[in-house]
């Protein structure tokens, strides 16, 4: 199992990683590195955000998870 400071160094790399993608494809597209920049930093922060609210969301949603169960001593 990672540590948390794992997981979130993981996250981070990952999403580091995804920006560049997109500066990469957007400036292939356009030509402009100013456009390119500013459609990636908008896509990691937009993303960020979704997701974000996405693990909010299902926080809130029941199905599929398993109750620990209780044991007694």
């Known amino acids: 199992?990672?540590?948390h400071f794992r997981s979130v160094?993981?996250?981070v790399s990952w999403r580091v990683l995804a920006t560049l993608v997109t500066?990469?494809?957007v400036f292939l597209y356009s030509g402009e590195w100013t456009a390119a920049a500013l459609v990636?930093?908008?896509d990691a922060l937009a993303k960020?955000?979704?997701?974000?609210?996405?693990e909010r969301l299902w926080q809130r949603i029941a199905?599929?998870?398993?109750?620990?169960?209780v044991s007694s001593p």
């Open 23 to 25: 500066i990469i494809v």
């Open 1 to 3: 199992m990672d540590t």
């Open 40 to 42: 990636g930093m908008m």
């Open 48 to 54: 960020i955000v979704l997701y974000w609210g996405h």
């Open 9 to 11: 160094v993981k996250g």
């Open 63 to 69: 199905w599929g998870r398993l109750l620990p169960t």
